[in-house]
Structures are given as C-alpha cells and as structure tokens.
C-alpha cells in the first residue's frame, strides 16, 4: 500500500491515519487521599492527513493531526481531552508529537521511529525547561501539579496500536508517575 495521499508521502505516519477504538485502558492517577487512583477507560483516537511543511527552505515534514478523547468505563465521563500533532521528517529520521491538553498544559516531544516484524515503534519525550522538547504550562499548573517530563512509546502493527505514556508530575507535595496505557483497534480507514 502507498504511504502518498495527494502528492504527500507521509511515511511512517500514513499506517496511523484513521479512526481507532480502545476499551482495555488504565488510567493510573494521583489521589490526594489514596496516594493512586487506578481508572479502566475507553479511548477512541482520530488520526487524519495534514499535510507537509517546509522550515526556512531547510527542513521537510509532514504531519498527521489527531484528536483524542478517553472516558471513564465506571461512568462514562470524559476525563481527558487531547488534540495535537505528529511529524515526521524523512531526511533525519526525527519524529514529533505535540499535544495540547485543556488543563493548561502543552509539549512537544521528540524522538525516532524503529521498525522490526512488521511493528512501528514511535518514541518520543519532553522535558520541563528543555530548549529543544519540552513542555508549557500554565501558572496554576506549575504551582499545584506542575509536569516535569512526557515520554510516549506508541506501537503499530497493522490494525492494532498500543501505547503507554508517562508524565512525570510534582503534585499534592510528591513526584508521581502518571501513566496510561491502552490498546486500540483500527475501525475506519480515512485517507481524504
């Protein structure tokens, strides 16, 4: 199959674009009270074509766009909310997501992509105060639950993605590891 939507060779990101459904996630959280809060979660991830880029006659990316939005299994209720986008650039191999979350905080990560049995495998990370990959956030946020660095390993193989992301925060006077995990299904292939 190509990897080229109207004229644009998107790479290693063209077997992300689509529609993917997950209900086997876990949400491990910070609780003030509990220390953890575990939470099983649904996830539905949208994946569509951006287009390409061209930085200061120098460097050529291309980027997939997508919207990602988990709900709590007990409840149903959204709890996370996240649009952004990943890159790609052919020459070096550097690949890139960016995420914004409606929290107050936004990054962008970097990393490489490995490919080995017919598996992608995105890796990518951001640290707080990093000139290159690094990550915003708002007042309130650096005051009470401040993120001190993003890692993400995302893993391809043909219709099924898995990932597990870790933001390492300083929240309720503690460092924690938050982490999620899940893995999805892809239900609709969207090439337009």
Known sequence: MSSVINGIDYGPLFPLI???????????????DEGTERSEFTDELMFIPAGDADNADEQELVAVRYHHVVRKNDNGRIFHDQIGH???EAATGLVMHSLTIPRGVVLLAGGSISEAGGESQFKVSARAGAED????????????????AFEMELTLAGNRLSYREVTHLHI???????????????????DD
């Open 133 to 148: 990959f690094g990550i915003v956030q708002s007042p309130f946020m650096l005051e009470k639950a401040t993120t001190t």
């Open 172 to 190: 309720y006077g503690n460092n924690f590891e938050h982490v999620d995990a899940s893995t999805l299904q892809r239900v609709l292939y969207d």
């Open 86 to 88: 990943w890159l790609y």
């Open 18 to 32: 689509g529609q993917w459904i997950g209900n086997a996630g876990m949400d491990v959280a910070p609780d003030p």
